[in-house]
Every structure is written in structure tokens, then in C-alpha cells.
T-cell receptor, first 114, second 115 residues
Framework: KQEVTQIPAALSVPEGENLVLNCSFT??????LQWFRQDPGKGLTSLLL?????REQTSGRLNASLDKSSGRSTLYIAASQPGDSATYLC?????????????FGKGTKLSVKP | DAMVIQNPRYQVTQFGKPVTLSCSQT?????MYWYQQKSSQAPKLLFH???????NEADTPDNFQSRRPNTSFCFLDIRSPGLGDAAMYLC??????????????FGPGTRLTVT
């Protein structure tokens, strides 16, 4: 059974710092991995999608990497800003699983202090 | 802008009183999903529609049902809400496996309170 773990559960950094969020998964037979952002009481905003054949994706100050063999992904945020404060969730889609079923980690709650 | 819309954003219902949550999309995606997210927990898939085909997750309680009358709309029915059903309900859409993407787009969610 696929399990997704995110460490740390919470992170507080000063504005301007570069930071890395970690995601690990137990079954490497994934179709893709997706990173989301969730603001308090709100829905999910897709940040980056990495297909299983890809190693990384970039969007603005965000860079996500994927190492399927080790079951790990990282989300790198450059020059963090207070507006980046949110919970970041990673999720994977398994091969052969329920159509597109995203299996989520519990998230990392990020706080960027001015 | 193409989007996923959920109504209402906040719903209060009484214990045991049936409630329906609504989701609509302008993305013309053929797959629609309902997730349940309890406080400080990861979202959990309840079921999804692949076109008109309904797919229920094995551990989704019978108390939860869904309808998809057309491509654009999908409803979540909770027949007899219990206190444990209080949660954020998230609707998402994606294109089918044929496109190879599986990227899911989420609505803003409906926060359900059961009194």
C-alpha cells in the first residue's frame, strides 16, 4: 500500500531564505507526482506536476525534483516571501491504481516571517 | 477562465439530515473526483467518475453517494450526516489516461459542519 510522508510537518523561516520541503513515498511504481499549496480553509492549488519519466520541473521560484528509485521528491523555494506561507502537500498517482487516485502526504506547514 | 466551482462554500446541516454538495467545471475534463479532508489530515479520495462510470473507493462509507448528470456537474450526497462527517469536501477534475497527464485541478472546497 502506497504511503506518502512529508517532513518536516511544520517549518518557520525568515523572509528571503531558500528552503527545501521533502516528500517520500514507499512504492516507486508511480505515474506522476504533484505538489500543491493549500491556504487555511481553502482548496488546493497545483504548483508543479512531475511525470515519472522526468527528473524535475520548474515554475518561477519553485523547483521540484523526483528520484523514483529512492522514493523521494523535494520542493525547493527560492528567496521565500511571507506570501509563501501555506501548507504544501505532495501527492502521487500509482500505476494500476484507481484512475488518477492521488495519494497525499499530510503536508508541511510553512511560515515565512517578515 | 476555466475553473472548478463548488457550491456552497460553507454548509451547515443537522445530524441525520441529508445534504448535497455541488461541483461544476468549465474545463471539459472527463474525470471528476470527490475528496474528503478532515482537520490537519491529508485529503482522501471518496470516489470518482470516469465519464459516466462511477468508481467507489473500497473504504468509502455507504452513507456517501454521488451523481454526475452531465460532463460539467457532479454532486456529493450525504444521506445521514454524522458528526464524524464534518470536513472539507474537495472536488477535482482531470483529463483521462489517454492524455497521459493525470494532473488534477481542484475547486475551493465546501466546508461542512454537522450540528
Amino acid at each position: 500500500k502506497q504511503e506518502v510522508t512529508q517532513i518536516p510537518a511544520a517549518l518557520s523561516v525568515p523572509e528571503g531564505e531558500n528552503l527545501v520541503l521533502n516528500c517520500s513515498f514507499t512504492d516507486s511504481a508511480i505515474y506522476n507526482l504533484q505538489w500543491f499549496r493549500q491556504d487555511p480553509g481553502k482548496g488546493l492549488t497545483s504548483l508543479l506536476l512531475i511525470q515519472s519519466s522526468q527528473r524535475e520541473q520548474t515554475s518561477g521560484r519553485l523547483n521540484a525534483s523526483l528520484d523514483k528509485s529512492s522514493g523521494r521528491s523535494t520542493l525547493y523555494i527560492a528567496a521565500s516571501q511571507p506570501g509563501d506561507s501555506a501548507t504544501y502537500l505532495c501527492a502521487v498517482v500509482n500505476y494500476g491504481g484507481s484512475q488518477g487516485n492521488l495519494i497525499f502526504g499530510k503536508g508541511t506547514k510553512l511560515s515565512v516571517k517578515p | 477562465d476555466a475553473m472548478v466551482i463548488q457550491n456552497p462554500r460553507y454548509q451547515v446541516t443537522q445530524f441525520g439530515k441529508p445534504v448535497t454538495l455541488s461541483c461544476s467545471q468549465t474545463l471539459n475534463h472527463n474525470v471528476m473526483y470527490w475528496y474528503q479532508q478532515k482537520s490537519s489530515q491529508a485529503p482522501k479520495l471518496l470516489f470518482h467518475y470516469y465519464d459516466k462510470d462511477f468508481n467507489n473507493e473500497a473504504d468509502t462509507p455507504d452513507n456517501f453517494q454521488s451523481r454526475r448528470p452531465n460532463t460539467s456537474f457532479c454532486f456529493l450526497d450525504i444521506r445521514s450526516p454524522g458528526l464524524g462527517d464534518a470536513a472539507m469536501y474537495l472536488c477535482a477534475t482531470s483529463l483521462s489516461i489517454g492524455t497521459g497527464s493525470y494532473e488534477q485541478y481542484f475547486g475551493p472546497g465546501t466546508r461542512l459542519t454537522v450540528t
